[in-house]
Each structure stands twice: as structure tokens, then as C-alpha cells.
């Protein structure tokens, strides 16, 4: 918002303090800049930028609440399809090899939750 540059000729060196809320000014040393900060001038728009931060952070905020919602709602419908897919799961009728399909297909459920 604020800026203080120091531009060298080759005859002197000048600092030139300047102030966004009033493109062009000048001000003629750091104290009558820092008499400016306390302007109602430079208060309105010192606010205004931070309505303005406030606002494009809020947007951000809404853009990751709307993609955790997307998030959200394809891994409930995923669980629900996992849930589907257990209650229906024929359960082996005691031959190892099966059983073993059986648990490896239970750890792979669990490891996708
Ligand atoms: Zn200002």
C-alpha cells in the first residue's frame, strides 16, 4: 500500500515517500508520511483494502468449502458402494484359499475408508 523509494542522480540522492491512496503525492519526509497514516484519507483506504483482502479471502474460503463438499459427497457415495458391496459378499464356506481371498478383500475395504 505504501512506498518509499530512493532514486539516485548523479548529483544528489532524493527519497521519495508516496502513498497509494494518493497516486502522485509526494511527501517531503518520513514524518509529514507518517502525519499522512493518520488521515481519515488514508484510513478509508487503508479499509477499503482490507475489505477488499477480506473479500478474495472469503472467495478462497468458499471455492475449498464447495471442492470438500464435492470430496465429501464422492466418498460417501464410494463408502456406500463398499457397504453395498460387503452386505452382499457371499462369505467362503470354509476352504483356505477362499477365506484368504476373503480377508485380503476386508483389508482392502478398510484400507480404502
Ligand atoms: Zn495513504
Not at 482490507?50 to 478462497?60: E, K, S
Not at 477365506?99 to 478383500?105: H, K, L, M, S, T
Amino acid at each position: 500500500m505504501n512506498s518509499q523509494n530512493t532514486s539516485t542522480t548523479s548529483m544528489t540522492r532524493v527519497r521519495v515517500v508516496q502513498c497509494d491512496c494518493n497516486p502522485g503525492k509526494t511527501y517531503a519526509s518520513t514524518q509529514s508520511f507518517h502525519q499522512h497514516l493518520t488521515t481519515h484519507r488514508h484510513e478509508a483506504f487503508a479499509l477499503k483494502e482490507r475489505c477488499r483482502d477480506l473479500q478474495r479471502r472469503l472467495q478462497a474460503m468458499e471455492m475449498r468449502w464447495k471442492t470438500s463438499t464435492h470430496t465429501i459427497h464422492v466418498l460417501r457415495r464410494k463408502c456406500d458402494a463398499l457397504e453395498n458391496a460387503l452386505t452382499h459378499l457371499e462369505v467362503p464356506d470354509g476352504d483356505e484359499e477362499e477365506e484368504g481371498a476373503f480377508e485380503d478383500a476386508m483389508t482392502t475395504v478398510q484400507e480404502e475408508r
